[in-house]
């Protein structure tokens, strides 16, 4: 186990299927990585509690369950994937995510505006997801430009038509 508070390290194999290769982010109790599925070298990304995050706060693991346990319910094309969750040996809380290539909406709120088409492909997939969710009776409750990944859909002509958007981090719904 890693000694600075991130529950897995480069190198480590996570529940005998995952291959971690480096850190890609983190927030306040969860730290995000990616990772290789062993048996077919599939990118993933998993999310892991980190390991000083029961000692801050004792319903994170509550939380972190929940929220595997929600977003794995979930499934829209707008909505990340789940692949899998559990608890590793070493009392690991983790979710493996489908890996996303793009950015969070928020790194273009500050570039030039966008165009109105664009904005209106944005929200109309943000839309279908939110109903979808309310419809499973589930509300995000964190809906934030960070929580909004723009994935980068390879030869689309039209760049409007070339944003996939996912909605992430479902750890304050309800």
């Known amino acids: 186990m890693a000694e600075t508070g991130h529950a897995l390290t480069p190198g480590q194999i996570l529940a005998g299927k995952y291959r971690v290769q480096e850190r890609l982010d983190g927030g306040?109790?969860?730290d995000v990585f990616l990772a290789r599925r062993v048996e077919d070298q599939l990118p993933v990304a998993i999310k892991a509690l980190r390991i000083d995050a029961k000692h801050a706060?004792?319903?994170?693991a509550d939380r972190f369950v929940r929220e595997a346990a929600i977003?794995?319910?979930l499934k829209h094309p707008n909505l990340v994937h789940i692949l899998d969750f559990g608890q590793s040996r070493d009392r690991v809380l983790y979710m493996v995510m489908e890996h996303l290539y793009g950015e969070p909406l928020f790194v273009?709120?500050?570039d030039e505006p966008m165009a109105p088409q664009r904005v209106h492909h944005i929200l109309r997939q943000l839309l279908d997801a939110l109903?979808?969710?309310?419809?499973?009776g589930i509300v995000h409750r964190d809906l934030k430009p960070s929580n909004v990944f723009l994935c980068k859909v390879v030869g689309q002509g039209n760049a409007d038509d070339?944003?996939?958007v996912k909605i992430l981090d479902f750890g304050m719904a309800k």
Do not use: M
């Not at 109903?131 to 499973?136: E, L, R």
């Open 57 to 60: 706060d004792p319903a994170a």
């Open 131 to 136: 109903v979808f969710a309310h419809g499973q």
């Open 108 to 110: 273009h709120l500050f």
């Open 71 to 73: 977003a794995a319910h």
């Open 28 to 30: 306040g109790y969860a």
């Open 162 to 164: 070339g944003v996939w």
